[in-house]
């Protein structure tokens, strides 16, 4: 999650404002969710921030914002656990999931964490291997993370380098999670622009990586314009030593979305994509790819091919993500307007910007198109002091209906239905009031459905476990992965 251009040495990159900044992210009723303080957290510590932009939310069903670090949370939410960020200090990222085990990712590296007793998780490991933002993901003994900041080599020891020198290290680095107490660092992959984020799509004897990265500069020796594919890593599951890049399919033959000024509501050209999500047993993908989105056939998973492209000039600024729908006929595109570090969770900016785009897939075939219906964007508006946008999340696997599960940042945790694709709507939330410190940036990062439970990875606050108890998510319990990354999305029918 970016949208700016990419920090030079020495600056982790949060979100579109982070390289300025220099540190860059039980109801039955069919009525709004009310808030409930969570009686196990620290009392409220009064904060310049909550005072100053106290405001009615009324359509939330709360009296307005939470107090300085106040937690508070819907009824049909409960907050069972948090565990604080340990030995990893640096800013919490995406999470990722097999068997009894949660993969955290962080800045500075990773955290396996052990959730067979969601109520009580424990760290079963930390590994120390910089390279924001490490996002993360797992297929079978193999761990994968993106480097999408310039190192002076590949290895977990590596400093930060100048991305203009030629000796710049950025790309996907594997390991081997066969021992979940000991990981080990088994191969690498330098990749074009780095690896921001990657999407795995898993086969028998070989995993292959989408590896999404953008915003080539005439600069960065192995970064040059044009930018306009992803790059596609094959990894031998036997030998992952052996994984290599296979080949970089161009998606924007046109050059994509031109931005500036000629879209002046977009934040960038495209330059190639931020995230992209497959649905194996449907053989599509759908990319989030900066002032696009896209559909891709990818029956061979090798040659992905674009089959539609969309544009929303008028509300979209930064196409981050995607999600597709149980039946997938629907995706959930977001826009992370601001970057990830904006405060757009308010009156001001409205409910179609830095929301969620809902698109129906209509057509069969190469004649497939995505067709927009409408906006979500969450009903309870934050402080001017909160960086809050759409972000990541997955669906809660539900017959019959559409419920997904999203981090907002410092907008927390949301659970929300699109069962009527022209009427999404709200049905549960757990979230954090501002921080003290008004500069402060964090929230939830990534928020997940996972073998009953939710999980959060907050930024700053550590490992968060949710439960949700409501009639509409009824069934959701019996639904059992034996792994599950968001990216690849698992057929829950």
């Not at 710049?168 to 594997?174: D, F, L, N, T, Y």
């Not at 981090?407 to 927390?412: K, L, M, N, V």
Request: hydrophobic share 30%; net charge negative.
């Amino acid at each position: 999650m970016t949208s700016l251009p990419r920090p030079r040495a020495g600056r982790r990159h949060l979100g579109a404002a982070a390289a300025v900044l220099g540190l860059l992210a039980a109801l039955t009723t069919a009525g709004p969710a009310a808030a409930v303080p969570d009686p196990g957290d620290p009392p409220t510590r009064p904060g310049k921030a909550s005072e100053q932009n106290r405001t009615a939310a009324g359509e939330a069903g709360r009296g307005g914002i939470p107090g300085s670090d106040e937690i508070v949370h819907s009824r049909n939410i409960s907050h069972l656990a948090n565990l604080p960020k340990g030995a990893l200090k640096s800013l919490n990222t995406d999470l990722a999931f097999q068997g009894r085990y949660a993969f955290a990712g962080n800045y500075d590296g990773f955290t396996v964490y052990d959730i067979s007793r969601p109520k009580a998780p424990k760290v079963v490991s930390q590994v120390l291997c910089p390279g924001g933002q490490n996002d993360i993901s797992v297929s079978g003994d193999l761990l994968f993370l993106s480097t999408d900041s310039s190192r002076s080599d590949d290895s977990c020891s590596s400093t930060a380098q100048s991305p203009t020198e030629k000796s710049a290290w950025e790309g996907i680095k594997v390991f081997d999670i066969s021992d979940k107490r000991n990981p080990k660092y088994v191969a690498s992959v330098e990749t074009a622009c780095g690896s921001h984020t990657h999407t795995l799509v898993p086969e028998r004897r070989d995993v292959y990586v989408y590896v999404s990265s953008y915003f080539p500069d005439e600069t960065y020796p192995d970064c040059r314009p044009p930018h306009d594919g992803i790059s596609i890593v094959k990894v031998p599951r036997t030998a992952p030593e052996k994984a290599a890049v296979v080949d970089f399919p161009v998606l924007f033959p046109d050059g994509g979305n031109p931005g500036p000024p000629s879209n002046p509501n977009t934040m960038v050209p495209t330059t190639g994509c931020h995230d992209i999500t497959v649905f194996p047993e449907e053989d599509i993908a759908a990319g989030a790819c900066m002032g696009d989105g896209i559909l891709m056939d990818v029956s061979d998973p090798a040659r992905p091919r674009v089959i539609d492209r969309v544009q929303d000039n008028e509300n979209f600024a930064f196409w981050h993500s995607a999600t597709f729908s149980e039946n997938g006929r629907k995706v959930v595109f977001t826009d992370e307007l601001g970057g990830g570090v904006g405060a757009t969770c308010n009156a001001e900016v409205g409910d179609k910007r830095g929301a969620n785009g809902i698109y129906h897939i209509t057509g069969r075939g190469d004649e497939r198109k995505l067709v927009f219906k409408s906006y979500f964007k969450i009903p309870r508006h934050q402080a001017d002091t909160e960086n809050c946008v759409a972000h990541n999340g997955s669906l809660i696997p539900v017959k019959g209906r559409d419920i997904m599960v999203q981090a907002w940042y410092q907008g927390g945790v949301s659970v929300w239905e699109f069962t009527d694709s022209t009427r999404p709507r709200e049905i549960g939330y757990f979230e954090r009031g501002p921080y003290a410190d008004p500069d402060a940036i964090g929230g939830s990062w990534s928020a997940y459905y996972y073998n009953g439970h939710i999980y959060s990875n907050d930024i700053q606050m550590g490992f968060d476990v949710l439960k949700i108890r409501d009639r509409r998510v009824a069934g959701a319990e019996r639904v059992r992965l034996d792994e599950l990354n968001a990216q690849t999305q698992p057929d829950y029918r």
